[in-house]
Nanobody
Framework: QVQLVESGGGLVQAGGSLRLSCAASGSILNINAMGWYRQAPGKQRELVAR???????NYADSVAGRFTISRDNLKNTVYLQMSSLKPEDTAVYYC??????????????WGQGTQVTVSS
């Protein structure tokens, strides 16, 4: 019912920047929150950043001050601007959206993931 499509991952040198995008489509009544998680090899998936309907944002301590999350409500799209990237930011980044549809309230949908690799 709801699809999330991510784009913008890739290979970048340490200190560089990347911008991730994630567009939600389908039978959407309301998106309560959108955000990004990441999972590095051998590690658990962790929250990177999240933005709520009220525009309240929260960030993982490891990315605060370097990453910025933003949202275009008209396009149902969330962005993650990543700057001053470090090798430890290397991971698969997953977009998620907390969505209400005509048949389901407040359910988390996930994108397929996009690889971000930061070389030293």
């Amino acid at each position: 019912q709801v699809q999330l499509v991510e784009s913008g991952g890739g290979l970048v040198q340490a200190g560089g920047s990347l911008r991730l995008s994630c567009a939600a489509s389908g039978s959407i009544l309301n998106i309560n929150a959108m955000g990004w998680y990441r999972q590095a090899p051998g590690k658990q998936r962790e929250l990177v950043a999240r933005i709520h309907n009220s525009s309240f944002r929260n960030y993982a301590d490891s990315v605060a001050g370097r990453f910025t999350i933003s949202r275009d409500n008209l396009k149902n799209t969330v962005y993650l601007q990543m700057s001053s990237l470090k090798p430890e930011d290397t991971a698969v980044y997953y977009c998620y959206a907390d969505v209400a549809t005509p048949t389901r309230d407040n359910y988390d949908y996930w994108g397929q993931g996009t690889q971000v690799t930061v070389s030293s």
